[in-house]
């Protein structure tokens, strides 16, 4: 394209925005039903592949038109696969868990004779007086979208969908102001980094525009950091694999307010799917002429790249992610220089995370002062969890900032199930904390989250019911770090395998007087000799659990009893011979060590010598028997002689 | 058989030495390079790591060291069915660990390693990012969630029963040929 510097953006755009308009338009009107399936990684692996196949199939033998559109993530990762059917004379209705078998029932009754089987149902996503809606349950109406809004109603694959709902919008905008105008709205709003430690957004693009200014003729890159490596978190990918154009746009526009003619996307490999988004994300917007030179006529001209990482933890990092982009190990240096002075191949670089850049659009069109209305004064704007563990409404959960733990866990996501009381809420994943519930009224923002001891982080959440040991919890934590540390500091490299010595010696019973305390100094001492937050944050889980869970540690070493019965070496499983029911079998076929035996008057014993510790005879066990007996210590359970052959 | 397995390695060094040709020499390529060594041929095998060494003139230590500092990359031939056990945050607190157990001592294989006849592999994943499906385990591209100690012997049986039934139909037409 040539450089055009009298266009005006607006004028430029306004085509592609018409297009993209009326192109939806004919698809509403027509007078075909339309069924939306979320098909993002959680939809895929509960099965949305073969819903999808059903409901062709289906279609297919009553020769009947319905147009499928494929969707990105809703974030209700419970009720995966999620289908919205569109039918005319209804109004648009929300199934959840559909499998093929209800894809085939809902074709054959609902587009066909017109009953929109109400068993199966969720709710209406518009206001009607037929059905009730999905936004008047907590799950819906306590979430507030800025990020995610788009997520689940765009196809990902479809750079029109994206502009139809508004996408792009506030790229146009911003070309047509100037860089500093830009940067003072993102300061105004107080846009704070979403990778984990918070860091001033505004002050970071300011820093940047200063240094790109002056350096001449330097390659000026902005990178976007989706290397989401906290097992048990997975905001970045759904964003990238639900809707890859806002994250563009974000960094369209930073790249224009720092003066930047590059951008990456730095994924992870392992996020086959992402990656495959993106990169026809960015083909799309390169034909619809929104990337490459003179973007709009403006005179912004910009080239995005995907870059794909190889999964370590620690890439997250800055540093660790610029030296593993240069193609060495990904390990971090020192700083300053920080990559804005010194970044990639020693040129400044300005990195970001996925959920920031995805934030940037949605401010430039609300504009500064109306995104401070949402969130906390110090944190404005919203956060993204993914709630998972014990909890009755897993998935993704977008609230403003500000709103209480208590809220988020109990009223958002519907509690804990099975009637178990709540224990403990793990926050930012292998960084964070664990805090009980003592610390349930604590709101969630970046500064009272690290008051509590825990941290933002990039947004895991593990809520825990009584049956979690929180001294296993630590060792789980602790020995993902210890495997993911680069091994760049003596104190990371070999403090954390030694906290995970002490911690796996304390799950198996062989703790010793004095434990405790060497954890709490050699955690201080990791902290304080580590360069990177991998092991600045490392002990964090060590710490907060031994802050708030001391006698459940002392518990092991004293008594060698874990509370929770979770810890392996600590428990045992009985069967109560009063309960079980004579000639009953379920739980012999089920024992994959062949541990349980029939003793002489036709009940069940375990053998303890050969039991694993599954628990899958506790599974078995009708419930009217419920014989089976699980104890800490294990020198509790009463022992059973296996009758000779 | 070992013939067969040399012959199918010296044909993907052939592959894999005119794919490098790709590429420009600059070492920001060297994590591209591995990556689709791995992609095409699902493992790092040594030869080839000495031809990646080559083609951008690092010592083999510096490739080496580069591939085995990232957990995407494998220096073990996968087996025909791929295991990938879950042990994210949710998993775990919900029993990952068992299933991974429960998986290597039904395949006698630890976690890392392919069985004896290439047919099985074990591998621990971080975090697959299906949660709220935990415990879950990926066999051959396929999720299986809410996954149970006698779902893991009812998955490897479904295999045997597979493999058996295919060498029976094999032997089938094999004697059919015999016959006519």
């Known amino acids: 394209m040539a450089p055009n510097n009298k266009a005006n953006p607006e004028e430029a755009f306004t085509p592609i925005r018409e297009k993209a308009l009326a192109k939806?338009?004919?698809?509403?009107?027509?007078?075909?039903?339309?069924?939306?399936?979320?098909?993002?990684?959680?939809?895929?692996?509960?099965?949305?592949?073969?819903?999808?196949?059903?409901?062709?199939?289906?279609?297919?033998?009553?020769?009947?038109?319905?147009?499928?559109?494929?969707?990105?993530?809703?974030?209700?990762c419970y009720a995966e696969p999620v289908v919205i059917i569109e039918n005319p004379g209804f109004p648009a209705i929300l199934?959840?868990?559909?499998?093929?078998?209800?894809?085939?029932?809902l074709v054959k009754s609902f587009l066909e004779k017109g009953d929109p089987l109400f068993e199966y149902l969720m709710g209406a996503m518009v206001e009607n007086d037929m059905i009730p809606q999905v936004w008047d349950f907590p799950r819906f109406n306590m979430e507030k979208r800025l990020v995610m809004e788009k997520c689940g109603q765009v196809d990902p694959e479809e750079i029109e969908d994206y502009v139809s709902f508004g996408g792009y919008s506030a790229l146009v905008k911003a070309l047509q102001s100037s860089p500093e105008i830009i940067i003072e709205e993102v300061k105004a709003a107080g846009l704070r980094?979403?990778?984990?430690?918070?860091?001033?957004?505004?002050?970071?693009?300011?820093?940047?525009?200063?240094?790109?200014?002056?350096?001449?003729?330097?390659?000026?890159?902005?990178?976007?950091?989706?290397?989401?490596?906290?097992?048990?978190?997975?905001?970045?990918?759904?964003?990238?694999?639900?809707?890859?154009?806002?994250?563009?746009?974000?960094?369209?526009?930073?790249?224009?307010?720092?003066?930047?003619?590059?951008?990456?996307?730095?994924?992870?490999?392992?996020?086959?799917?992402?990656?495959k988004m993106v990169t026809r994300a960015i083909f799309q917007a390169e034909e619809t002429g929104l990337l490459g030179n003179h973007i709009l006529g403006s005179p912004l001209s910009l080239k995005i790249e995907v870059f794909q990482g190889s999964g370590a933890f620690v890439c997250g990092e800055e540093t660790a992610l610029i030296q593993s982009m240069e193609g060495r190990r990904g390990m971090p240096t020192y700083r300053p220089p920080f990559p804005v002075q010194k970044g990639l191949w020693g040129q400044p670089t300005v990195i970001n995370n996925v959920k920031t850049f995805a934030t940037v659009p949605s401010l430039m069109a609300r504009g500064a002062e109306r995104f401070r209305e949402i969130g906390t004064e110090k944190s404005p704007g919203t956060a993204i969890f993914s709630v998972v563990g014990n909890v009755r409404h897993a998935g993704l959960v977008e609230i403003p900032m500000g709103v209480d733990l208590r809220t988020l866990v109990f009223d958002t996501c519907g509690g804990i199930p099975n009637k178990k009381a709540f224990k403990a809420v793990q926050i930012g994943g292998p960084s964070g904390g664990c805090l009980p519930s003592d610390f349930l009224d604590t709101p969630i923002d970046f500064d009272s989250l690290i008051e509590a001891g825990a941290m933002m982080g990039s947004g895991g959440m593990v809520v825990m019911d009584e049956d979690t040991c929180m001294v296993d919890v630590a060792r789980y934590f602790?020995?993902?770090?210890?495997?993911?540390?680069?091994?760049?500091?003596?104190?990371?490299?070999?403090?954390?395998?030694?906290?995970?010595?002490?911690?796996?010696?304390?799950?198996?019973?062989?703790g010793r007087e004095g434990d405790l305390e060497i954890l709490e100094t050699l955690s201080e001492d990791i902290k304080a000799g580590s360069l990177c937050g991998l092991g600045k944050?490392?002990?964090?889980?060590?710490?907060t659990s031994l802050k708030y869970f001391r006698d459940e540690y002392e518990a092991h070493i004293k008594e060698k009893r874990c509370p929770a019965c979770m810890c392996r070496d600590l428990t045992a499983f009985y069967i109560d011979l009063d309960k079980c029911a004579r000639g009953c079998d379920a739980c012999v076929g089920c024992c994959p060590v062949e541990a349980i035996f029939t003793t002489r008057n036709r009940k069940k014993g375990v053998d303890q010598t050969l039991c694993v510790k599954c628990g899958e005879c506790v599974t078995a066990c009708p419930p009217e028997y419920d014989a089976v007996v699980k104890v800490s210590p294990p020198n509790l359970a009463p022992v059973v002689e296996r009758p000779a052959e | 058989m070992d013939d067969d397995i040399r012959a199918r390695e010296a044909a993907m060094l052939v592959d894999i030495e005119g794919r490098l040709q790709g590429f420009e020499k600059e070492r920001k390529n060297l994590i591209p390079m591995l990556q689709m060594i791995q992609e095409r041929h699902a493992y790092l095998l040594p030869d080839a790591i000495q031809l990646v060494a080559d083609a951008l003139e690092l010592a083999l230590c510096e490739v080496y060291g580069v591939a085995t500092f990232y957990n995407q990359f494998r220096f073990h031939p996968p087996g025909k069915h791929h295991m990938k056990v879950c042990l994210g945050t949710a998993c775990h607190v919900r029993g990952g660990d068992i299933i991974l157990e429960n998986f290597e001592r039904?395949?006698?294989?630890?976690?890392?390693?392919?069985t004896p006849d290439r047919e099985f592999s074990i591998e621990r994943v971080a975090c697959v990012g299906c949660c709220a499906l935990a415990p879950v385990v990926i066999v051959d591209e396929t999720a299986h969630g809410h996954v149970a100690p006698s779902k893991v012997e009812g998955l490897i049986l479904g295999f045997q029963i597979e493999k058996e039934k295919q060498a029976r139909e094999k032997r089938a037409r094999g004697n059919q040929k015999n016959g006519s």
């Open chain 1, 24 to 76: 939806r338009k004919t698809l509403e009107n027509a007078s075909s039903p339309v069924i939306h399936i979320g098909m993002a990684t959680c939809g895929i692996a509960s099965g949305a592949l073969e819903t999808k196949a059903a409901f062709e199939e289906a279609l297919a033998e009553r020769n009947m038109e319905a147009r499928i559109h494929s969707v990105g993530c809703i974030g209700h």
């Open chain 1, 95 to 105: 199934y959840h868990q559909v499998t093929p078998g209800k894809a085939r029932m």
């Open chain 1, 193 to 275: 980094g979403r990778g984990g430690a918070g860091f001033p957004t505004g002050l970071k693009w300011a820093l940047a525009a200063s240094v790109f200014k002056r350096a001449e003729g330097k390659e000026k890159t902005v990178i976007c950091n989706a290397d989401e490596g906290d097992p048990g978190a997975y905001m970045d990918r759904t964003i990238l694999e639900s809707n890859p154009h806002q994250v563009l746009e974000g960094i369209m526009i930073c790249a224009h307010a720092v003066g930047a003619q590059h951008a990456i996307v730095y994924v992870r490999a392992e996020y086959p799917l992402a990656v």
């Open chain 1, 478 to 510: 602790l020995d993902f770090t210890q495997k993911e540390s680069c091994g760049k500091c003596t104190f990371c490299r070999i403090g954390t395998h030694h906290l995970l010595e002490i911690l796996v010696r304390i799950t198996k019973g062989e």
């Open chain 1, 537 to 543: 944050t490392a002990p964090n889980p060590v710490l």
């Open chain 2, 106 to 114: 039904k395949l006698g294989i630890g976690h890392g390693e392919t």
